[in-house]
């Protein structure tokens, strides 16, 4: 009898064994390995997705783990969408303007000419219909990925030039570094664009094969160092009023996580976009406050640029909307801030530019 009953018991030992071994299982422990875009070093642009590392592995108990990979060492950035969609990785980051050249509406969830600032395209992402289309996007491309909002950076600025810039005439000729839609724009206006990495960007300004650049915020622009060969910075940024990042995850990899897993990815996203736009806004005022220092002179656009440039901008969706999912997006962001425009005509105070 006692043998029996240590039989029994060994077996029920056994079998709550296999049960909470399966059960881990079920769950399993996920290392997402992830390449991006934007290198760690550069603040509120690359910066943020490590923070995302450590607070995955925190939050979940070591139960998801994420190594990052700088720029080009395990994928260029032009290829991240596309080695996540076929599993060479299960995970990426970057943002969408990357694809513009595969799915033109891409470029619409991560920087929007004369578009929607940070607060504006949150409420639209996720009070409106922006993260149903977004992941809509790639699902109907064919791309097997599962798309996670994980970061947006305040106004960038417009651009670092050798010469003031008083009329359209003014940019004709020139070759200047420039990304996403606001390319389209500047091509419109006369100048040669080509979208070059940050790392690039001095080296080509240094040997004169580009004259002028936009990449980033005044802290990250300064960081690069275009103040040393460019002196003329101006805003406003109408290119990239806010500028969206995303976390790409192989949508095998995502299914195959629990709801708590997925979760827990969904909130460190979010817990990132706030701080990535906090870090964002409060780190550029002492850099132009110096700026002068530098030998740089900052500019502010004139009426007569930024009406010319959203002129250009008009005709650029005019064109790209021949494309029926881009429209699809822009006549439903289009929709969602006219009856913004309500709210924020009254909520918020009227603007004022700096005076000269």
Same mark, same amino acid.
């Given at each position: 009898?006692?043998?029996?009953?240590?039989?029994?018991?060994?077996?029920?030992?056994?079998?709550?064994? *296999?049960?909470?071994?399966?059960?881990?299982?079920?769950?399993?422990?996920?290392?997402?390995?992830?390449?991006?875009?934007?290198?760690?070093? +550069?603040?509120?642009?690359?910066?943020?997705? %490590?923070?995302?590392?450590?607070? +995955? =592995?925190?939050?979940?108990?070591?139960?998801?783990?994420?190594?990052?990979?700088?720029?080009?060492?395990?994928?260029?950035?032009?290829?991240?969408?596309?080695?996540?969609?076929?599993?060479?990785?299960?995970?990426?980051?970057?943002?969408?303007?990357?694809?513009?050249?595969?799915?033109?509406? &891409?470029?619409?969830?991560?920087?929007?000419?004369?578009?929607?600032?940070?607060?504006?395209?949150?409420?639209?992402?996720?009070?409106?219909?922006?993260? $149903?289309?977004?992941?809509?996007?790639?699902?109907?491309?064919?791309?097997?990925?599962? =798309?996670?909002?994980?970061?947006?950076?305040?106004?960038?600025?417009?651009?670092?030039? &050798?010469?003031?810039?008083?009329?359209?005439?003014?940019?004709?000729?020139?070759?200047?570094?420039?990304?996403?839609?606001?390319?389209?724009?500047?091509?419109?206006?006369?100048?040669?664009?080509?979208?070059?990495?940050?790392?690039?960007?001095?080296?080509?300004?240094?040997?004169?094969?580009?004259?002028?650049?936009?990449?980033?915020?005044?802290?990250?622009?300064?960081?690069?160092?275009?103040?040393?060969?460019?002196?003329?910075?101006?805003?406003?940024?109408?290119?990239?009023?806010?500028?969206?990042?995303?976390?790409?995850?192989?949508?095998?990899?995502?299914?195959?996580?629990?709801?708590?897993?997925?979760?827990?990815?969904?909130?460190?996203?979010?817990?990132?976009?706030?701080?990535?736009?906090?870090?964002?806004?409060?780190?550029?005022?002492?850099?132009?406050? $110096?700026?002068?220092? $530098?030998? *740089?002179?900052?500019?502010?656009?004139?009426?007569?640029? +930024?009406?010319?440039?959203?002129?250009?901008?008009?005709?650029? %969706?005019?064109?790209?909307?021949?494309?029926?999912?881009?429209?699809? %997006?822009?006549?439903?962001?289009?929709?969602?801030?006219?009856?913004?425009?309500?709210?924020?005509?009254?909520?918020?105070?009227?603007?004022?530019?700096?005076?000269?």
């Amino acid at each position: 009898m006692k043998t029996m009953r240590k039989t029994i018991l060994s077996t029920a030992i056994v079998a709550a064994t *296999v049960s909470m071994s399966s059960t881990v299982l079920a769950e399993g422990r996920v290392l997402l390995k992830t390449p991006i875009a934007f290198a760690t070093n +550069l603040p509120a642009l690359g910066s943020p997705i %490590v923070e995302v590392a450590e607070r +995955l =592995n925190k939050i979940s108990g070591g139960n998801i783990k994420m190594k990052v990979y700088e720029p080009g060492k395990l994928v260029a950035p032009p290829e991240i969408l596309d080695a996540v969609s076929t599993g060479k990785i299960n995970s990426g980051y970057a943002t969408a303007g990357y694809w513009q050249g595969k799915i033109p509406a &891409s470029a619409l969830f991560s920087a929007v000419p004369f578009g929607p600032e940070a607060g504006e395209y949150l409420a639209w992402l996720y009070y409106g219909n922006g993260r $149903k289309l977004w992941q809509e996007m790639y699902d109907s491309h064919g791309y097997n990925v599962h =798309n996670v909002p994980c970061a947006i950076n305040p106004p960038e600025t417009s651009g670092w030039f &050798s010469k003031p810039i008083e009329k359209p005439e003014d940019l004709k000729g020139i070759n200047m570094r420039f990304f996403g839609l606001g390319a389209k724009v500047m091509e419109k206006m006369g100048v040669g664009t080509v979208q070059l990495p940050g790392g690039e960007i001095f080296g080509a300004l240094e040997k004169g094969a580009i004259d002028a650049t936009e990449f980033s915020l005044p802290q990250i622009d300064q960081r690069l160092g275009f103040h040393k060969i460019v002196k003329y910075n101006y805003f406003p940024g109408w290119h990239q009023q806010a500028t969206l990042h995303e976390l790409l995850i192989n949508k095998d990899t995502w299914n195959k996580m629990s709801a708590t897993q997925q979760e827990i990815i969904e909130t460190t996203c979010k817990a990132s976009i706030t701080e990535s736009l906090a870090e964002g806004e409060a780190s550029q005022f002492e850099i132009l406050a $110096k700026s002068a220092e $530098k030998g *740089v002179e900052l500019r502010y656009w004139n009426d007569t640029m +930024l009406t010319a440039f959203k002129s250009s901008w008009d005709e650029v %969706v005019a064109e790209q909307s021949e494309n029926a999912f881009f429209k699809k %997006v822009w006549d439903d962001m289009s929709q969602f801030r006219g009856g913004y425009d309500l709210w924020e005509s009254l909520a918020y105070l009227p603007r004022t530019k700096p005076q000269d």
